[in-house]
């Protein structure tokens, strides 16, 4: 019931975005959002890296 939205609902929520911060923060908004995605995998990626160190085969590619 909740695992997906369909299109309906999100030009409802692209509508509601438009009304509350307008046309020319959009872009910003996008901005800052991708930025934060690429720092979460990155940040998740390193904290893998770290907890599981590298075997001596990976060491030796």
């Known amino acids: 019931m909740f ?3 369909g299109i ?3 030009l409802i929520i692209l ?3 438009l009304i509350i911060f307008g046309v020319g923060k959009l ?3 996008g901005s800052a ?3 934060s995605i690429r720092n979460f995998k990155k940040s998740v990626s390193d904290q893998n890296d770290s907890t599981n160190p590298p075997t001596k085969k990976e060491e030796d590619k």
């Open 3 to 5: 695992g997906s939205l």
């Open 8 to 10: 309906p609902e999100l």
């Open 15 to 17: 509508v509601i975005v």
């Open 27 to 29: 872009p910003q908004i």
């Open 33 to 35: 959002l991708g930025q």
